[in-house]
């Protein structure tokens, strides 16, 4: 799928811009904040309907503004497909082929992004928070049903601290209830952790061979995926809720002590290994970042295998950032299929052939323009 038009209204320093992209490598060249980030964001927003770098919906809208608006014609399976989103003081509204969606979740997925940017390498840097986060989006992204799910889980989460709070204090004596959600939590979790372990299943196949390749066959990936009960092989759903049942009864004091679900999804992690070391504690910056750069690849191949559409890749300042050999590798991966998005101060630094190739566009000052309409 490609963005063959972009709109924005009233959107960070944007302040009304309709742009046209080719399918292939988009080169944005501008100065520092002059609004390069802002239209990565923006297709991300577009996309997953909150952005990766803040979770205030208002920080989208411009200073004076009450609203801002993303329009976006994605081209998809042979057809343009329309798709707006609207983010105001009261809430976001999305529509897709003009149609409201009722709900965000049946909204995400309709387009398809990956964003790669220089905070990414916290993914195997970063606290376990960073790499749930990644997990839910990605699924999210290709599984409506799993974001339900996992509405539904926080909600019950939310309800069981509530609850347990209130048998902290003695202001609850009566047990039942915590009984009531604890079982519906973990059926919950156990749906969740299902699909979690698939996800990291497929990630790990895709990204092996990225990284054996990047590495210049030196290393191999494994992912596991680290979860608060005894992970069963077979993955039967019954099977996992008892687990979890049997985890619950485990702990149950010391959750009513502390107040807080001790155990579940939301406490989960993933561990990278190179040659069998964990690359969080042992590996150099480089092998850091191949990792970082072998997950977010892979997820190309992975949205591809189930959705039979390409996603659109966004790399916001990163680049530049990437070695040479890295940079090619990129390249022959995204090459004449993927449209993929560069963000940049400078040229310099980026592989000749790529900007041969690519559509250049020049930012200043939010205002976009591209330089060959230009000349
Ligand atoms: N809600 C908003 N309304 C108006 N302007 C905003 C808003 N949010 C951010 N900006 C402005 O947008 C500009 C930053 O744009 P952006 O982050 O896209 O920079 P950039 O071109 O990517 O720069 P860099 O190369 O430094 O990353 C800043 O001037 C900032 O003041």
Redesign the pocket.
Same mark, same amino acid.
Do not use: F, P, S, Y
């Given at each position: 799928m490609f963005i063959k038009e972009l709109k924005l209204t009233h959107y960070? &320093?944007y302040e009304t811009q309709t742009v046209q992209f080719e399918n292939k490598v988009n080169v944005i060249l #501008?100065? &520092?904040?002059? #609004?390069?980030? &802002?239209?990565m964001?923006a297709i991300y927003v577009l996309a997953m309907a909150k952005s990766h770098r803040t979770s205030n919906d208002k @920080?989208?809208?411009?200073?004076d503004q009450e609203y801002a608006k993303i329009e976006g014609r994605i081209q998809k399976h042979n057809s343009t497909v329309p798709m707006q989103l609207v983010i105001s003081k009261k809430g976001k509204k999305a529509k897709v082929n003009h149609i409201e969606q009722q709900k965000l979740s049946q909204y995400v997925g309709a387009m398809n992004v990956i964003m790669f940017a220089p905070e990414d390498l916290n993914l195997v840097k970063g606290n376990p928070q960073v790499r749930r986060k990644f997990i839910d989006m990605e699924i999210g992204q290709v599984s409506a049903v799993y974001l339900h799910e996992l509405s539904r889980y926080q909600k019950l989460l939310q309800q069981r601290n509530h609850y347990l709070k209130g048998l902290q204090t003695k202001r609850q004596t009566d047990r039942t209830m915590l009984e009531v959600l604890t079982s519906q939590l973990s059926e919950t979790a156990g749906k969740l952790l299902i699909k979690r372990m698939q996800f990291v299943a497929q990630l790990e196949k895709w990204a092996q061979p990225i990284h054996f390749g990047i590495s210049r066959g030196l290393e191999t990936l494994t992912i596991q995926y680290k979860s608060s009960i005894e992970v069963l092989e077979e993955q039967d759903l019954s099977k996992i809720i008892a687990a979890y049942l049997e985890k619950f009864d485990k702990i149950k004091e010391k959750e009513i002590e502390r107040g807080v679900t001790l155990a579940g999804p939301h406490r989960d992690d993933l561990v990278f290994f190179v040659n069998g070391r964990d690359v969080q504690t042992f590996g150099s910056q480089g092998q850091q970042r191949t990792t970082a750069l072998s997950l977010k690849l892979a997820e190309i191949d992975l949205i591809y295998d189930e959705i039979g559409e390409y996603p659109i890749l966004l790399l @916001? @300042?990163v680049l530049s950032e990437l070695d040479d050999f890295r940079q090619s590798h990129l390249l022959n991966t995204i090459q004449g299929k993927v449209q993929t998005f560069v963000?940049t101060?400078s040229v310099e630094g980026i592989d000749h052939q790529t900007l041969k190739d690519a559509a250049t566009y020049y930012?200043v000052n #939010?205002s976009l323009a591209n330089m060959e309409e230009q000349e």
């Open positions: 960070r &320093n #501008g100065e &520092n904040a002059q #609004g390069k980030t &802002n239209m964001e @920080d989208l809208i411009r200073w @916001d @300042d963000t101060t930012v #939010g």
